[in-house]
């Protein structure tokens, strides 16, 4: 058996930038910074940064480029994967390893006070306490990698 899951809760580093490929499926890219603390050997306290490259496809996409922009909280949930391409000016070989989100949580809007509930998105369907929050319809087809334009 194989596992290739990965969740991610962190703060966007630039606002998210929404394409559509040549079928009409739109796609939103965006990055994702973590952090981690932790001690070292000497007791002091050490901090690093993690920059993660997100993708979202479908309806996910519009609803992220819509309502979330650079410093906002989120919560990813989706699959890994590494992508390869020949680059044109240099003739090199490219990769590039993303998190293809499953589902797009949003974090806080950082003012608890202003009482507006923020979106979230989910590609799997949970108990609805609201009857108007709109569901995600994924397509039908298949999406190739092939026509991701970046």
Known sequence: MYLNKAFVIGNL???????ALPSGI???SFSV????????????????ADY???????????TVAQYMKKGSQ?????????????D???GTKKYRTEIIADRVQFGSSGSPASGT???STSGA??????SSMDSIEYPDDAINVEDIPF
Do not use: L
């Open 52 to 62: 993660h490259n997100i993708v979202v496809f479908g309806r996910q996409a519009e």
């Open 74 to 86: 989120v919560m990813i949930e989706g699959r890994m994967q590494t992508r390869s391409w020949d």
């Open 88 to 90: 044109a000016g240099t």
């Open 117 to 119: 509930p923020r979106p």
């Open 33 to 48: 910074a973590t952090n981690r603390v932790w001690k070292d050997a000497n007791g002091a306290k050490q901090e690093a």
């Open 125 to 130: 369907s949970a108990p609805k306490d609201d």
């Open 26 to 28: 739109k796609v939103c």
């Open 13 to 19: 580093t630039r606002d998210p930038e929404i394409k």
